[in-house]
């Protein structure tokens, strides 16, 4: 069984040799749940009638909640996440029992991404015993599509990568042939949100802006509208897209029609294949990086297997050739290779009597969430050259109408809520002002923007969406409750945290309501990655909600106050806390990675690709590995001034001596230092980075454009 994001396929194998298990007329099933009535959850063609019919009860990613430990909530009913894989995975095992006289299968093998720990492993098993199946395996998926592949006659010691571009998610790993079949070497990669449903929905974008172009009132209604009618109408232009998506991998153009508009819409592969190529070049780089992390290079590949359905689009084909040349290999339909190689696996073990538990790694990829002690006597203080320390490259100075609040940047323009109830917008290139907005009493939230509409929380409880262009407000709403953190955009809603303990969701549009979620106590931050926003609370949990339905993916418990932004990137989200930890999960289920203990309480922390930086308030700054925790070194900065800022390994940081230093990490030197003006007792906006520069508020009003 290859249980996927957005698909799900299976195989046999018998007496007549290793199949793929027909669902419905087809060799794979969706994945989508739907609670349908009395109780009854609905999968393959049923679910997919009803998602129209009723969108509040439907469920089409069960995977990625798998070991959340919070149900899904599907309508009014509340369902456990493994009793709505069991029933998917349930249709599988019947189609099997039919094919083989009715008798169950004697052994299951079920495939896991290399990157999933303990809980969402043991969540996948729950799900098959619920199932009814028999004794279970588990196989992580590169080494089952590299067993599919075994013919291709790999020799001991060869390596083969493994791309896997599926429907929700993309993966990568690179395996070593051994005796008994293959071990994963290096660290495993990927994104958990790349994949065929991303790319449908930049089709839908690219259907929905041809639409509005001629019937803006249609459009409109098709993406805000709470009519059944409308809902439904969306639900067919996202088929349209993704059948549009399916037909370019074979043919140079398609078209849709869309009966609300009465429009034909065209669409070209060229289009298309624009609309995704930042995606897919991301994709590719991950590999190369997945092949350095095992000490290897492209060269050294015996062969780069191809699995996922999104991996048959020819751009990817075509420029993973390119950058690695023959040793790239796509064969049989590439949805069912997973599970193909895990039915290999089965019938070898059953042929052999014996399971390999080398390749049934029950155990989890990563460690289980587990606390680093800090021993800040034994952990190497880092030791800063001040010898050739020099002067910041000053590109440009100006000095607002009023005090500054926290800024954002979208890296060509610059935004601060002023202390005079005013948005300004600089210029980033040159500092100057290119239009000021009054909004309302300013708190301390930034202003964020997705690009078309920039987004003011206001001490009065207003939000106010501006035209980017111009500082013309489209639209402004009343909460009704004080908002505590920035607006967070997912897609077409938005989201934001209040003093009162709730999460607000508004549509992007016109800020009308779509959706209140309660948590108890103050929202403390907000930061949103895919479809998640990632809210703080004051209670020391951490909530990752679906920003389209409200629904909680996952709750963690911290042991302290949250009061810092999340630094969130990758895999991870790295959570600040008041009892003194740095807390690391897994942005995908929440499952805890590792905790490390600091000096004193922690108001926020940075990361990069390598480091997390945590920030403690007696005054010192905590250097961990992003993946182990593993603590590096650490940094007596004196009383400092805000959270610091860590880009392009450079520490920037503000002390109480009034100086904001620049620390090379690279070269553990002091690059640069700057008196910023501030006098005793005085406040400024941390720094933040726009486009290579670094703008930094001074004590006295003025705002630098460093370099």
């Not at 791309?163 to 660290?187: H, P, Q």
Request: some cysteine; glycine content about 10%; overall charge negative.
């Amino acid at each position: 069984m290859d249980f996927g994001t957005y698909r799900t396929s299976g195989a046999m194998a018998g007496g007549s040799g290793v199949t793929t298990l027909e669902i419905e007329g087809a060799r794979w099933l969706s994945s989508t749940v739907v609670a349908g009535d009395g109780g009854l959850i609905l999968v393959g063609a049923a679910a997919e009638n009803q998602a129209g019919v009723h969108p509040d009860r439907v469920e089409r990613t069960p995977k990625r909640h798998l070991g959340s430990g919070a149900p899904l909530i599907l309508g009014s009913e509340t369902v456990e996440v493994a009793e709505a894989v069991a029933a998917l995975l349930a249709m599988f095992l019947e189609e099997g029992s039919l094919r083989n006289e009715r008798r169950p299968p004697a052994l299951a093998v079920l495939t896991n991404p290399v990157r999933w720990g303990d809980a969402r492993r043991r969540a996948l098993m729950r799900a098959a015993e619920i199932a009814g199946y028999p004794e279970t395996h588990l196989i992580e998926e590169p080494v089952a599509a590299a067993v599919h592949y075994v013919t291709d006659q790999v020799a001991v010691g060869e390596h083969v990568g493994v791309y896997d571009l599926g429907g929700g998610t993309f993966d990568t790993a690179v395996l070593k042939r051994t005796e008994s079949g293959f071990e994963t070497v290096g660290a495993p990669g990927g994104d958990e949100y790349i994949g065929g449903e991303h790319f449908d929905h930049k089709l839908f974008s690219y259907f929905g802006g041809c639409l509005a172009e001629e019937d803006p009132e249609t459009w409109n209604k098709i993406l805000t509208s709470d009519e059944r009618r409308w809902r439904q109408a969306a639900v067919d232009l996202l088929s349209h897209a993704r059948r549009a998506k399916e037909a370019l991998s074979s043919y140079p153009s398609t078209k849709i029609f869309v009966p609300e508009a009465d429009r034909e819409i065209v669409v070209t592969r060229e289009q298309f294949e624009s609309m995704i190529l930042d995606e897919i070049e991301r994709t590719i780089d991950e590999m190369e990086d997945t092949i350095a992390t095992a000490g290897l290079t492209g060269e050294d590949m015996s062969a780069l297997y191809l699995v996922g359905g999104s991996s048959r689009i020819p751009i990817v084909v075509r420029l993973l050739t390119a950058r690695f040349g023959s040793c790239v290999t796509t064969r049989d339909e590439p949805k069912s290779v997973v599970a193909l190689g895990a039915a290999s696996l089965a019938r070898r073990w059953m042929d052999s009597g014996e399971v390999d538990t080398s390749s049934d790694p029950v155990a989890p990829a990563q460690p289980e969430a587990r606390e680093v002690k800090t021993a800040v006597p034994g952990v190497p203080a880092l030791a800063v050259d001040e010898s050739q320390a020099d002067a910041p490259v000053i590109m440009w100075e100006t000095t607002p109408p009023s005090w500054l609040g926290p800024m954002a940047s979208d890296g060509s323009n610059l935004w601060s809520h002023l202390a005079d109830g005013t948005v300004v917008c600089l210029d980033v290139g040159n500092g100057d002002p290119a239009w000021t907005s009054s909004v309302g009493p300013a708190n301390d939230c930034a202003p964020s923007s997705d690009g078309g509409v920039v987004l003011v929380s206001a001490a009065d409880g207003a939000i106010t969406a501006l035209n980017p262009t111009t500082g013309a407000a489209f639209w402004r709403v009343d909460l009704g409750q004080q908002p505590t953190t920035s607006v967070v955009t997912i897609g077409e809603i938005l989201v934001v945290g209040t003093s009162e303990g709730s999460a607000i969701a508004l549509r992007r549009a016109d800020g009308g309501a779509k959706w209140r979620l309660p948590f108890g106590s103050a929202v403390r931050a907000a930061v949103a990655s895919g479809s998640s926003a990632y809210l703080s609370c004051a209670n020391g949990r951490l909530y990752d909600v679906d920003g389209r339905s409200g629904e909680v993916r996952w709750m963690y418990p911290t042991g302290g106050d949250l009061v810092g932004l999340p630094s969130i990137e990758r895999t991870f989200i790295h959570v600040p806390s008041g009892d003194g930890k740095v807390y690391t999960l897994e942005r995908a289920s929440g499952s805890p990675v590792w905790a490390y203990q600091t000096t004193g309480p922690v108001m926020s922390c940075v990361s990069d690709a390598n480091l997390v930086i945590a920030a403690s308030v007696d005054d010192r700054l905590h250097a961990m590995k992003r993946d182990t925790g593993e603590p590096l070194w650490h940094l007596s900065v004196g009383p400092w001034i805000g959270p610091p800022v860590l880009s392009r390994g450079r520490l920037f940081v503000i002390g109480a001596d009034s100086r904001l230093r620049c620390i090379d990490l690279t070269s553990s030197r002091l690059r640069w230092t700057l008196d910023i003006s501030l006098s005793e007792g005085s406040r400024v906006p941390p720094p933040i980075t726009a486009n290579g520069l670094l703008a930094v508020a001074t004590g006295d009003g003025r705002l630098l454009g460093l370099w």
